[in-house]
T-cell receptor
């Protein structure tokens, strides 16, 4: 089983749609959780950290369920510029290493 | 925010030659830097963790004699791909962890290596 698993998609949605991505992780000792965004042929950029109580940043909402080892990202009112690969990232309990999911591809079309 | 630079952004080299990639933290000190590799349509795979002033820690399956890492200062880590082969062609990305920001990592823009 992979340490971090995501639905690779692709997700193709129209502008204005709401889209949700899911992610599961296998190591229950993981402590920090993130969503990164990666554009084609670019480096990943931190989108948001994910907190146990859930957190929101504008159109983006992240949720964490430690009992189920499940993380989600909700994007409301999708924009064309949201088209990218979204990476679910979990820290490894030792050495502060990050483990990346394979990414979920999102394409927002007019 | 924390800025990380990488140089070069792309490089083409011949089989058997060595290539050095630099990773710099521009506005902060990074005691720990990470080197990743990403093949097309795959996610980032951690190659090694680079600690300032000590030997790098390599992930399983990564040859330390082939991928030489030096972290000589708090703002610079280098990765040298020695005796490069076409299968080493990939996107190499470094990142740095900001000490007082938990486990967040900030990534350099990446180096695209093509070995012919």
């Amino acid at each position: 089983r992979k340490e971090v698993e995501q639905d690779p998609g692709p997700f193709n949605v129209p502008e204005g749609a709401t889209v949700a991505f899911n992610c599961t992780y296998s190591n229950s000792a993981s402590q920090s959780f993130f969503w990164y965004r990666q554009d084609c042929r670019k480096e990943p950029k931190l989108l948001m950290s994910v907190y146990s109580s859930g957190n929101e940043d504008g159109r983006f909402t992240a949720q964490l369920n430690r009992a189920s080892q499940y993380i989600s990202l909700l994007i409301r009112d999708s924009k064309l510029s949201d088209s990218a690969t979204y990476l679910c990232v979990v820290n490894h309990p030792s050495y502060g290493k990050l483990t990346f999911g394979q990414g979920t591809i999102l394409t927002v079309h007019p | 925010g924390a800025v990380v630079s990488q140089h070069p952004s792309w490089v083409i080299c011949k089989s058997g030659t060595s290539v050095k990639i630099e990773c710099r933290s521009l506005d902060f000190q990074a005691t720990t830097m990470f080197w990743y590799r990403q093949f097309p349509k795959q996610s980032l795979m951690l190659m090694a963790t680079s600690n300032e002033g000590s030997k790098a820690t390599y992930e399983q399956g990564v040859e330390k004699d082939k991928f030489l890492i030096n972290h000589a200062s708090l703002t610079l880590s280098t990765l040298t791909v020695t005796s490069a082969h076409p299968e080493d062609s990939s996107f190499y990305i470094c990142s740095a962890r900001v000490v007082d920001r938990g486990y967040e990592q900030y990534f350099g823009p990446g180096t695209r290596l093509t070995v012919t």
